[in-house]
């Protein structure tokens, strides 16, 4: 990789990709590619950046042939609750996106990553361990948008031989771009309430065990994952990753241990814990860490702490 591409620059992953590679590559390497939210004033002046909506395909054309892209971190996306109530919307940001994404990646000879996501399986999937190779019958159209992604991103591989790679994503927690509009949000929401008013209402029951990870761990694995050598990946796409598996009374329990007064009530959303049923509870990764050596740093503990301390400094200087 020499010069990239990361669409969705200021979503919750993009905002703390873009710092990481311009640190590795170079502030002028690293093209940032937002829509809906305005950067913030480090990602728009550190290093190039430019207004793009994916679903214009010549406006992706134009950005990779202007700044000579050779990777893409195609990361712009609507999440799983957004894409439930606008269902045709997410299906032209997630597919026909990916699509644009993808085509001008053949003609351009660039490789691409693509998030996908726990969201990819559904009910019939087996929920504890689940295998890398297994049913994927989402029943939410997010996870039918990444399962057509992940489908489409093997085929430009073996029909164009475009160098796509990606991972599915679980939950992920962090502070810096809170998430919009997922059903694992909870987990990162939760703190900030413990810490500016000491309780929380969480819209998933108690007893929801999921899949996460914490952001500087999804940092880490879309980057190894793009700069390990290729002939080691027998699986193109959506490899399973994963750091930790809790629920929210788990969790809770973690922050008392910070915040002893600290409470949670629950008012379940029917909508975002239909969802989360049909999610793993626990995925298999093992590929993954054969494969390209994943392997996260941050368990539920140290995700705490460390999400507790930042917050606590952004809180007070804000
Ligand atoms: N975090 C995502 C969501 O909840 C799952 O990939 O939509």
């Given amino acids: 990789m020499k010069n990239i591409l990361v669409t969705g620059a200021t979503g919750q992953i993009g905002s703390e990709l873009i710092p990481v590679l311009r640190d590795k590559y170079g502030n002028q390497a690293v093209v940032a590619a937002g829509h809906s939210r305005d950067p913030d ?24 042939a202007h700044y000579r892209i050779d990777a893409i971190f195609h990361l712009a996306s609507l999440l799983s609750a957004v894409a439930e109530r606008e269902p045709q919307l997410a299906w032209d940001i997630n597919i026909n996106g990916l699509i644009n994404v993808l085509d001008v990646a053949r003609g351009r000879g660039c490789a691409v990553f693509f998030p996908s996501s726990i969201g990819a399986f559904g009910p019939l999937t087996p929920a504890e361990n689940t295998p890398q190779d297994t049913i994927q019958h989402p029943n939410t159209m997010y996870g039918i948008t990444k399962v057509s992604g992940e489908l489409l991103c093997g085929y430009y591989h073996k029909r164009y ?18 998430p919009g509009g997922g059903t694992t949000d909870y987990a990162v929401e939760i703190f900030y309430s413990a810490l500016k008013h000491g309780r929380y209402e969480c819209f998933l029951a108690a007893d929801t065990r999921l899949d996460m990870m914490y952001m500087p761990d999804a940092i880490e694995a879309a980057i190894r994952l793009m700069e390990c050598d290729g002939q080691r990946l027998m699986h193109r796409n959506g490899y399973n990753v994963t750091a930790m598996s809790f629920s929210p009374a788990d969790i809770t329990r973690e922050i008392k241990k910070h915040i002893p007064d600290f409470t949670v009530d629950y008012k379940v959303d029917p909508v975002r814990q239909g969802i989360a049923d049909s999610w793993p509870r ?37």
């Avoid at 004033?41 to 990779?64: H, M, N, S, W, Y």
């Avoid at 995700?303 to 507790?308: I, S």
């Fill in 41 to 64: 004033t480090e990602l728009a002046e550190a290093g190039p950046f430019c207004k793009l909506d994916v679903r214009d395909a010549a406006g992706i054309e134009q950005v990779v």
């Fill in 161 to 178: 031989g475009v160098d796509t790679r990606g991972v599915r994503y679980p939950g992920l927690i962090s502070y810096k771009t809170p």
């Fill in 282 to 318: 626990h995925m298999d990764d093992s590929v993954a860490r054969k494969e390209w050596g994943w392997q996260p740093q941050f368990d539920l503990p140290d995700t705490v702490a460390d999400m507790l301390q930042h917050l606590s400094n952004r809180l007070t200087t804000s």
